[in-house]
T-cell receptor
């Protein structure tokens, strides 16, 4: 079965630094998402992206967050100035046109020190 | 606003026991989708099932079965004859019709199956 690929699997950064989390969605998918999971807590929706623009975002997705699809394959999440509370597992997901099933990547564990 | 409640934080059973994980949801949408995901210790999210609001048929897949009851807004998950490999965190999730990929997750239930 095709997979969503996320890199890196772990990222450690200093508070205030910028990080970019990378995702390669499944090739024929058109809808893309970022979710995050703070350790031991629920999975939370951050943002959905379709047709090269954000279709919906949560309250968590403030001005320090941005998403981009720089080419035909990658989908990135940028955090401009990381805070301690940004430490979490970040999951990328994608779905097919008219699809309902989310295919999740294996996640990037972000640790902000 | 949508809400998913998984009242059981942790459940511990002995192998071969049956176990039911509860999920209660709230939504104002008339069309919506319910999901169960498994998160093993390795951390990935594994899709188990999706049910839409118009399909109240119960479903069985091997040792797994799901009971969707719209009247009580519940979507419970039963594992029959549990195995150690079933140990994981299980999440129930809900999404609406306008953005089917935007899911609201419950807090999860940690299932431990002891040998």
């Amino acid at each position: 079965e095709p997979e969503v690929t996320q890199t890196p699997s772990h990222q450690v950064t200093q508070m205030g630094q910028e990080v970019i989390l990378r995702c390669v969605p499944i090739s024929n998918h058109l809808y893309f998402y970022w979710y995050r999971q703070i350790l031991g807590q629920k999975v939370e929706f951050l943002v959905s992206f379709y047709n090269n623009e954000i279709s919906e975002k949560s309250e968590i997705f403030d001005d320090q967050f941005s998403v981009e699809r720089p080419d035909g394959s990658n989908f990135t999440l940028k955090i401009r100035s990381t805070k301690l509370e940004d430490s979490a597992m970040y999951f990328c997901a994608s779905s097919a046109p008219r699809g309902w099933k989310l295919f999740f990547g294996s996640g990037t564990q972000l640790s902000v020190l | 606003a949508q809400k998913v409640t998984q009242a059981q934080t942790e459940i511990s059973v002995v192998e071969k026991e049956d176990v039911t994980l509860d999920c209660v949801y709230e939504t104002r949408d008339t069309t919506y989708y319910l999901f169960w995901y498994k998160q093993p210790p390795s951390g990935e999210l594994v899709f188990l099932i999706r049910r839409n609001s118009f399909d109240e048929q119960n479903e069985i897949s091997g040792r797994y079965s799901w009971n969707f009851q719209k009247s009580t807004s519940s979507f419970n998950f039963t594992i029959t004859a549990s195995q150690v490999v079933d140990s994981a965190v299980y999440f129930c999730a809900l999404s609406g019709n306008t953005n089917a990929g935007k899911s609201t997750f419950g807090d999860g239930t940690t299932l431990t199956v002891k040998p």
